[in-house]
């Protein structure tokens, strides 16, 4: 079946610093990836999104590319703010009837001023 | 901009009770989700739903639980009889036709007593 793995949080960082967060996955087919962050207290929001091979997803200052060939999707970020202190959840999905979400078990950043 | 709304916020219920979760997905969106997320673990998909029926659901989602679209705008979740284990914080999510992003409510924190 699908499965997301993402790298072991939390993580820490200055603010101003580099982010990376790994993600990897396994599914049959040619699913869409998406990055979601949830916010303390609040809900999931999805973050970006890549449907297919070397398409780039990008918001707010984050970028995600759509590896096949290393079945990734890592999340970037250049220079983090403080109010990007989130959970962050890599996830993948089919289409149509296969259309659920699978997650990642997410990873916690903390920015510090 | 339109958004999935969930109710209520919070529920404490008694172990062995019903619960109906309840959601109003966003009216154009055909596919509807509920997920949980235990404190401090991942997302992990329950059921999803289209054209009035169930279109695929997990193993957590056992004989206690149901689901259903009683009109043409609520989506509800249902636990007959709930277990300490059932405390989770659950999320409906809809999309447009299955193939795009889906938008999360808020949530509902479930809590066991």
């Known amino acids: 079946g699908n499965s997301v793995t993402q790298m072991e949080g939390p993580v820490t960082l200055s603010e101003e610093a580099f982010l990376t967060i790994n993600c990897t996955y396994t599914?049959?087919?040619?699913?869409?990836l998406f990055w979601y962050v949830q916010y303390p207290g609040e809900g999931l929001q999805l973050l970006l999104k890549a449907t297919k091979a070397d398409d780039k997803g990008s918001n707010k200052g984050f970028e995600a590319t759509y590896r096949k060939e290393t079945t990734s999707f890592h999340l970037e970020k250049g220079s983090v703010q403080v109010s990007d202190s989130a959970v962050y959840f890599c996830?993948?999905?089919?289409?149509?009837?296969?259309?659920?979400?699978?997650f990642g078990k997410g990873i916690t950043l903390s920015v510090r001023p | 901009e339109p958004e999935v709304t969930q109710t209520p916020s919070h529920q404490v219920t008694q172990m062995g009770q019903e619960v109906i979760l309840r959601c109003v997905p966003i009216?154009?969106?055909?596919?509807f989700y509920w997920y949980r997320q235990i404190l401090g673990q991942k997302v992990e998909f329950l059921v999803s739903f289209y054209n009035n029926e169930i279109s695929e659901k997990s193993e957590i989602f056992d004989d206690q639980f149901s689901v259903e679209r009683p009109d043409g705008s609520n989506f509800t979740l249902k636990i007959r009889s709930t277990k300490l284990e059932d405390s989770a914080m659950y999320f409906c999510?809809?999309?447009?036709?299955?193939?795009?992003?889906?938008?999360f409510g808020q949530g509902t924190r479930l809590t066991v007593v």
């Open positions: 599914a049959t087919g040619y699913p869409s």
């Open positions: 999510a809809s999309t447009v036709d299955g193939n795009t992003e889906a938008f």
């Open positions: 996830a993948l999905s089919g289409t149509g009837a296969n259309s659920k979400l699978t």
């Open positions: 009216s154009n969106h055909l596919y």
